[in-house]
């Protein structure tokens, strides 16, 4: 086994969630709501750091949206530390989390959760 470097488990286990939020406008949303976004993404991410359920992985903006990526390999423990903090924060209105979930034959597909 390796050292804690993000890379012992090459067995590709770790599995993506994103968190998507609404902007307030069509294109990259306000300068503000950038710099919100930006904090709120910092306490998240320590928030998954200080439980050990993953890591943040960082953001895209564009289309009206800001989707927050996240790696871990226990999405259900994951959720646990993140929905308490998502569900606060009035960023999070109108946003949803993806997820990728097996599908009868064993094929992972995303699937689309309200906040």
Excluded: W
């Amino acid at each position: 086994m390796q050292a804690a470097d993000g890379d012992e488990d090459d067995g590709g286990d770790e599995l993506d969630l994103l968190v998507v939020l609404r902007l307030s406008n069509r294109q990259m949303g306000t300068h503000d709501e950038r710099q919100q976004i930006e904090a709120f993404a910092d306490e998240l991410a320590d928030a998954v750091a200080a439980a050990g359920v993953g890591e943040y992985d960082g953001d895209e903006l564009g289309g009206g949206e800001c989707t927050l990526f996240f790696a871990t390999p226990d999405v259900d423990r994951l959720l646990e530390v993140l929905r308490p903090l998502l569900k606060r924060s009035p960023l999070c209105r109108g946003g949803h989390v993806v997820r990728m979930v097996p599908d009868p034959d064993g094929v992972l597909a995303p699937q689309r959760q309200p906040i």
